[in-house]
């Protein structure tokens, strides 16, 4: 009974609908390919893909994503990105394992997963419509321990470029999550990095990405030389947790004199 549910989350794989598409110089295949077998070999209870699933985001794209999820056993759950396209993705990503639910039970922990995806642009911001929802849900469920997921970091990381593109209205998350003590976590992509701050009682973390990474607290872009990586949450039917990051090794190919992606 004190056995933690395992999830790994995994962010930013921005694939293409080849295997030749490369993110500033770096097959973003080949790495997404590398993280996926060090999955494999935890074996999670379930694993989550928190954004910027593609940087191609055309139907096929997807496609090739839900092939290189299908050996999965446990259940692969998605929200989308700012590079995303939700009308390629759902059709592509509907079929075992992978689940688009936006309500997931992992032992005694739920998970919300949040569209923080404004179309056509950047930067994040949850709808009225979104929030209400969150607001309802946790309202009617209790104390069971919760995790929130979405795509943009809600808190600034430091680096002007990036922190021009996290969440909008951080204030109305807040809002309805200092009301619920039952939440724990915050789990976001976006920055390429990994990150953990504390509000009220709430850990929010960030994930590095399955591809590229960012220099953290850089003024201007600018490319971290490590490994992609993903991370691990230990959910304990108590409401703890414990959670690090894992870094694989591959061969960079890194274009250092990009300007953005």
């Given at each position: 009974m004190n056995e933690p549910v395992y999830l790994i989350q995994l962010s930013d794989l921005h694939l293409f609908a080849t295997d030749e598409g490369r993110l500033l110089g770096l097959p973003t295949a080949q790495s997404?390919?590398?993280?996926?077998?060090?999955?494999?070999?935890?074996?999670?209870?379930?694993?989550?893909?928190?954004?910027?699933?593609?940087?191609?985001?055309?139907?096929?794209?997807?496609?090739?994503?839900?092939?290189?999820?299908?050996?999965?056993?446990?259940?692969?759950?998605?929200?989308?990105?700012?590079?995303?396209?939700?009308?390629?993705?759902?059709?592509?990503?509907?079929r075992p394992p992978l689940r688009g639910d936006r309500q997931i039970h992992l032992g005694t922990w739920q998970g919300l997963l949040l569209s923080s995806q404004v179309e056509?642009?950047?930067?994040?911001?949850?709808?009225?419509?979104?929030?209400?929802?969150?607001?309802?849900?946790?309202?009617?469920?209790?104390?069971?321990?919760?995790?929130?997921?979405?795509?943009?970091?809600?808190?600034?990381?430091?680096?002007?470029?990036?922190?021009?593109?996290?969440?909008?209205?951080?204030?109305?998350?807040?809002?309805?999550?200092?009301?619920?003590?039952?939440?724990?976590?915050?789990?976001?992509?976006?920055?390429?990095?990994?990150?953990?701050?504390?509000?009220?009682?709430?850990?929010?973390?960030g994930c590095p990405s399955t591809c590229i990474q960012f220099l953290p607290r850089a003024p201007e872009f600018s490319l971290e030389p490590v490994g992609p990586g993903f991370r691990h949450l230990s959910l304990y039917p108590n409401g703890t947790f414990k959670t690090h990051i894992e870094r694989v090794e591959i061969p960079l190919t890194l274009d250092f004199s990009a300007k953005g992606y």
């Open positions: 997404l390919a590398a993280v996926l077998e060090a999955t494999r070999r935890h074996s999670p209870n379930a694993v989550l893909l928190t954004g910027d699933l593609a940087q191609e985001p055309i139907t096929p794209t997807y496609e090739r994503l839900a092939t290189a999820f299908r050996d999965f056993s446990c259940p692969v759950y998605w929200i989308p990105g700012n590079h995303d396209e939700p009308r390629a993705m759902v059709p592509a990503l509907e056509g642009k950047v930067h994040g911001e949850l709808s009225p419509e979104t929030l209400s929802w969150l607001e309802a849900t946790l309202s009617h469920t209790g104390d069971r321990p919760t995790f929130i997921a979405l795509h943009h970091p809600p808190f600034e990381t430091g680096a002007p470029w990036l922190d021009s593109s996290r969440l909008q209205n951080p204030e109305d998350l807040f809002a309805v999550l200092d009301s619920h003590p039952q939440v724990k976590l915050v789990l976001f992509g976006h920055i390429h990095q990994e990150l953990m701050t504390e509000r009220q009682g709430v850990m929010y973390l």
